[in-house]
């Protein structure tokens, strides 16, 4: 799991340099934008 949080932060462009908290909503919330941003059907997500 803690791979996927890398990537996902990674792609999102997050900046975490003012050590920034990410939390289990943030990371649902950018795998969501990620997959409208592929086209990806709302009722698949």
Excluded: F, W
Aim: net charge negative; hydrophobic share 35%.
């Amino acid at each position: 799991m803690t791979q996927l949080k890398k990537i996902l932060i990674k792609e999102s462009g997050i900046d975490l340099t003012d050590d920034q908290k990410i939390v289990n909503h943030s990371y649902r919330r950018i795998a969501i934008q990620m997959l409208k941003d592929e086209d990806i059907p709302e009722d698949e997500i």
